[in-house]
């Protein structure tokens, strides 16, 4: 993690506190001074920053992970520059080869528009996007055309290409390499240039696109941009990082009590962790509030409070107290304010051919291992025959300490 390093001691006590809000849970920032010497002459001048991070809509849907950049182009933001968040619709069409081993397929153009819809839609969010200026790559990639395509091509070398980590295994490792994977980073390096970015915020997995950017600007006669590159974070398992894939994410368009839940689950360790990366309290009120639980506070009260923010910044205050309410509820064994309504024909029913018709189990026979388990229950009683048969009627069915449904038979 990097530690602030203040190169120049006349820099004010301004300039101090954005190095700080810049660094907060950094991985790197290339090269410090040039970002320093850039926040002095904005300082004097008046004249914000450009602040870019560019999102390829890969995916209609972001989560928690997606949001550590975001939060800190809202921390900038804050401080009164200009974010430029970059929907990467032309891009898309290429697909970003990093940390890939294989070519990724490439997404129809009618996938990339629903996705990029969707994106705006969600990064609204995190950052005031009407004070921000949200642009699409493909304004200045389509016009660029085949000859501008060549003449952008011959600004960069194969062999430094091949210096690119996952291109250099692929390539020793006999995986193929699509020629059209070479043009990404050069295509994102010149989203920087089409911008005149000052600062380019990516997971340390783009750092060799984000020096794309810098390098581009200099072969254009522009001041290069400075690299800011965050860490991926880890998902609710503490250990890899989030990602829908490995089931270990937290969306954030899931509904609040579902997200109130998930933070809940982590490890007190990965909790700290994501105060850094997540929230928008600040360094000094996180060390207060790590205080505190050392002086014996119930560090269980921090995470509620983490969950607390976490899911009213995604569905508001009055979502954020009825999903601690709700949990609550579920902590005393209680049942939810809201629950799945199901309704069934073919009265009497199984218990087992119950819970799988109500979407509680996936198949009978694991409807009869959670019977066995004792976690299943109706109306509160626990369960414990698996030849129950329920008759005409309403019940709330319970498996486990989170799944439930209001089951009406007929």
Same mark, same amino acid.
């Given at each position: ?29 290339? !090269? ?56 990467? $619709?032309?891009? /898309?069409?290429?697909?970003? !080869? ?6 990724? !397929? ?58 690119? $980590? ?62 800011? /590159? ?23 368009? +899931? ?31 996180? +060390? ?22 976490? /899911? ?13 309410? $709700? ?44 019977? $066995? ?38």
């Amino acid at each position: 993690m990097n530690k602030l390093v203040v190169t120049d001691t006349q820099v004010s006590a301004g300039i101090e506190r954005a190095l700080q809000i810049t660094l907060r849970g950094a991985d790197e920032l290339l !090269p410090q001074d040039e970002w320093t010497r850039k926040l002095q002459r904005a300082e004097a001048t008046g004249q914000p920053l450009r602040i870019k991070f560019g999102m390829d809509p890969t995916a209609p849907d972001l989560h928690l992970g997606h949001t550590v950049v975001l939060n800190k182009m809202r921390q900038l933001q804050d401080l009164g520059h200009t974010v430029v968040p970059l929907i990467g $619709d032309f891009t /898309t069409l290429i697909g970003d !080869p990093s940390g890939r081993n294989s070519t990724r !397929p490439p997404l129809t153009r009618e996938q990339i528009e629903a996705n990029a819809r969707t994106y705006f839609d969600q990064i609204r969010l995190v950052i005031d996007v009407d004070k921000a200026e949200v642009r699409y790559n493909s304004e200045w990639s389509d016009p660029l055309g085949a000859r501008g395509m060549i003449e952008l091509a011959a600004r960069y070398t194969v062999a430094r290409m091949m210096e690119r $980590d996952d291109f250099h295994k692929r390539f020793h490792g006999g995986q193929s390499i699509s020629v059209h994977e070479f043009l990404y980073p050069l295509m994102q390096g010149y989203d920087s240039v089409a911008l005149k970015s000052d600062l380019e915020l990516g997971g340390t997995d783009q750092k060799f696109n984000l020096l794309m950017g810098r390098h581009l600007q200099q072969e254009y006669g522009q001041e290069p941009q400075c690299v800011l /590159t965050m860490p991926l974070l880890e998902g609710l398992d503490g250990v890899q990082k989030m990602s829908k894939s490995k089931g270990n994410y937290i969306g954030i368009t +899931e509904p609040a009590n579902t997200m109130f839940a998930k933070v809940l689950s982590i490890s007190d360790e990965l909790m700290w962790r994501w105060y850094t990366l997540l929230s928008f309290r600040s360094i000094e009120e996180i +060390e207060a509030l790590k205080a505190e639980v050392a002086a014996g506070r119930n560090q269980k009260d921090a995470k509620v409070a983490l969950a607390r923010e976490l /899911t009213a910044r995604f569905h508001g205050g009055a979502a954020a107290d009825a999903a601690e309410q $709700d949990f609550a509820n579920r902590s005393k064994g209680g049942v939810p304010d809201e629950i799945a309504e199901v309704a069934l024909p073919g009265a009497p029913l199984g218990i087992a051919v119950l819970l799988k018709a109500a979407g509680l189990a996936p198949s009978s026979s694991e409807a009869n291992r959670l019977i $066995d388990g004792g976690g299943v229950r109706v109306d509160s009683a626990v369960v414990s025959d698996k030849g129950l048969k329920l008759a005409t009627g309403t019940y709330v069915v319970q498996v486990g300490k989170r799944k439930f449904a209001r089951v009406t038979l007929g």
